[in-house]
């Protein structure tokens, strides 16, 4: 999987969590581009993603992603 397909899966979990079929996100998306995105919505967040692509983020990396490139990153090197 290339980082374009990513993207691609991780957009359509991003519209599922937040109940927003307009978001289009980009590896510079960050919380601040995203409405209803808080804290709690984080973890919603987080939770799809590591559903999504069988995967399980540790705390160093959730506190420390800044943006979905960082995501995407992360996800990469997993799968």
Partial sequence: MNKEELLERLTNVFRSVFDDE???ITES???ADIED???LEHINLLVAVEQE???KFNMNEVSNMKNVGE???IIL???
Avoid: G, K, L, P
Wanted: charged share 20%; hydrophobic share 45%.
């Fill in 29 to 31: 998306t960050t919380a």
């Fill in 71 to 73: 995501m995407v990153d």
């Fill in 22 to 24: 307009e978001i289009n």
């Fill in 37 to 39: 995105w808080d804290s």
């Fill in 53 to 55: 692509f069988n995967i």
């Fill in 77 to 79: 090197s997993r799968i």
